[in-house]
């Protein structure tokens, strides 16, 4: 595509009245010149003010508009200050969420017409009817959190940045990546199918990120020595070790003692939004001593407040409980939000209390599920990997059965299902356009053939009022299918896309796996939003499942940084797709790293975890 700019010379001509004082006729000219314009302005203002809001003129007898013409300018609302807790890469905040709840839904997204059942659950009771008490309404991204940081897969409820702040380079170019920390560990966790062992970080696999208040600090069980550094920015990694480790994003020491957990973490964690020191966190692996299931930790002395169990409920599903999605929680209704592999979407209310002075936290959940099948499907398939998305009352996700779900939170009934041709653990990226919010998704080359094969990954943007598709398009991807599941190498959209900002705010990109052959290739294309053509696509040697992070210097400038499965990683210019460096990152004990795990990037520290079990920090400079 050719990006040059197409620039057209301005026609500067204008007429020119005659300056002859003998004519007589200039100071005629200005004087009609100026009533005239005088005349049309008070006709528009009349006009105007009698158009009423459906744009249609108004003269009812007895309207003030009869009587005087009233000019009026209109004063806008003035944007809040950016609070110091707040990402300054979602500021201002820009989604209006209103939600047409008459939309029309087509026959070929309507739940109904695939013979869906649905059901609310409380327990072992079946609800007849839900409607929630405290109606959920969760808004801008902006104001998801009120602790700075990146505090769940993705960032917020839009899923649309794992990156706080800005870059601040040193000398004003960004074109370096240094790797400055590695912290590691020795533990591993025998599978449940007692095969192999678990190291590490794998997809998901994000680190959370969260600057506490000092205040919040001096009760927590940090050490003395990182309990007083001005600052503390905290760095938490949940790992398939079945510990979760706290270390320094400075330098990577740790901060506090891990926490055990006794079973495998595979997915990301969540932080509590509203600066609650309160850590959500999701088996991977039955292969723990207690619950199959999710868990609910204090941060303040590491102890577990809650735990629930995921084989229960009569999923359809059966004997699965994992957690592997990333929850959202829902501040104002003290409600969190979370998908389980059994099939079920969970919604727990939390009772939650936190003494800010004292340091009592505590939690009193209760739970409400919600399960559905069609009758093309078996229940096997309906479990859901992905994290869900939240614009207003809307929930948006993946199931393992090829099919993206919006979900009304408030009454738990299906509001439109999209098949999308092919399995996929993406989480949905919420965007909001002129009012309404589209949805952007990929697929992974999972069911479209067995052995080795070439397939197509498929690429969406969705209408998210209404499960119409805008466009779709798809790369070729190569994967392996083999007899069991745990053999199978799936290769296409394994990592999330982004939503552009600053000077890449048209973009969106995404990252297709396994471009070149098994095992081999990795693209990442950035589409123009509106109409899903190429715009530009970088291509490397070495596949990846990571997530691609996009930073921002604070005049917009755009950089994605990738990470690959042979430890490379790469730092592209956002706005032509022209790599500028990478890396080659390397372990302590010696030879190479590989990620399979996502990033997370707060202001110039990228931080990410590596399958062999270390989590590294990279200098952005």
């Known amino acids: 595509m050719d990006l040059k700019n197409q620039y057209i010379e301005p026609d500067n001509s204008y007429h020119q009245p005659s300056h002859d004082p003998s004519s007589g006729t200039m100071a005629l000219v200005v004087t009609l010149t100026i009533l005239s314009v005088v005349l049309t302005s008070v006709l528009a203002v009349v006009y105007y003010s009698k158009k009423n809001g459906n744009g249609v ?16 300018t209109a004063t806008p609302t003035p944007i809040p200050p950016l609070a110091d807790y707040q990402n300054p890469l979602l500021y201002p905040a820009s989604a209006s969420i209103l939600i047409d709840e008459d939309a029309v839904i ?69 074109d370096t990546l240094t790797q400055t920390w590695e912290f590691t560990n020795g533990h591993s966790l025998l599978s449940s199918d007692m095969t192999f062992e678990w190291t590490g970080y794998r997809l998901t696999g994000q680190p959370l990120i969260v600057r506490w208040p000092s205040e919040t600090i001096s009760l927590m069980n940090i050490y003395p020595s990182a309990a007083v550094k001005p600052g503390l920015t905290e760095v938490i990694c949940p790992s398939l070790d079945g510990y979760i480790y706290f270390m320094d994003l400075d330098d990577g020491t740790m901060t506090r003692d891990p926490i055990y957990v006794g079973a495998s973490v595979k997915g990301t964690a969540a932080l509590d939004p509203r600066g609650y020191p309160l850590l959500y966190v999701g088996q991977g692996d039955d292969n723990g001593p207690y619950t199959f299931g999710m868990y609910i930790f204090s941060l303040i002395d590491g102890s577990l407040l809650y735990s629930y169990e995921g084989l229960n409920d009569g999923a359809y599903r059966v004997n699965w409980g994992a957690f592997d999605s990333s929850p959202i929680i829902d501040g104002a209704t003290d409600t969190l939000i979370w998908p389980c592999e059994n099939g079920i979407i969970y919604s727990f209310q939390l009772n939650s209390s936190y003494n800010a002075v004292t340091g009592a936290v505590s939690v009193n959940p209760m739970c409400t599920g919600y399960k559905y099948i069609f009758n093309d499907t078996q229940g096997r398939y309906l479990g859901v990997e992905s994290s869900a998305s939240v614009y207003g009352h809307y929930c948006y996700f993946m199931d393992n059965n090829c099919n993206l779900v919006c979900l009304d939170l408030n009454t738990l009934q299906m509001v439109w299902v999209f098949r999308t041709g092919d399995d996929s653990d993406l989480s949905p990226v919420v965007q909001e356009e002129n009012g309404i919010p589209y949805i952007y998704i990929g697929t992974e080359v999972d069911n479209q053939g067995s052995g080795e094969y070439n397939g197509a990954a498929y690429t969406y943007k969705i209408n998210g009022l209404t499960g119409e598709e805008v466009w779709q398009t798809s790369q070729s991807c190569y994967t392996y299918n083999g007899e069991t599941s745990a053999t199978d190498q799936s290769g296409g959209c394994l990592g999330n896309p982004i939503i552009g900002m600053g000077n890449i705010s048209n973009l969106v990109i995404f990252s297709y796996s396994m471009t070149d052959g098994l095992m081999h290739g990795n693209r990442l294309v950035a589409y123009n939003r509106d109409t899903g053509t190429e715009v530009w696509h ?25 990470a690959d499965s042979f430890g490379q990683i790469h730092l592209v210019n956002g706005a032509s797709g022209e790599r500028i460096t990478y890396i080659q990152c390397s372990s302590s004990s010696g030879g190479n790293v590989s990620y399979e795990a996502s990033p997370a990037v707060f202001g110039n520290t990228l931080v990410i975890g590596t399958t062999q079990g270390s989590v590294i920090g990279i200098r952005i400079d």
Do not use: K
Not at 57 to 72: C, E, F, K, L, W
Not at 148 to 154: A, L, Q
Not at 538 to 554: F, G, K, L, Q, R
């Open 57 to 72: 003129v108004s003269d009812q007898p007895g309207s003030t508009i009869n009587n005087y013409i009233a000019v009026a």
């Open 106 to 174: 087509d026959d070929s997204v309507n739940p109904s017409m695939r013979g869906i059942t649905q059901n609310v659950i409380s327990g072992s009771q079946i609800l007849t009817e839900f409607n929630r008490e405290n109606p959920i309404n969760i808004g801008d991204p902006l104001y998801y959190a009120q602790v700075p940081g990146v505090i769940t897969f993705r960032g917020n409820n839009f899923r649309n940045t794992a990156a706080f702040g800005y870059l601040t380079p040193s000398d004003g170019v960004v």
């Open 538 to 562: 970088y291509d490397m040697n070495i596949y990846t499942y990571s997530s691609p992070v996009a930073c921002y210097t604070e005049d917009g400038n755009a950089y994605i940084i990738i």
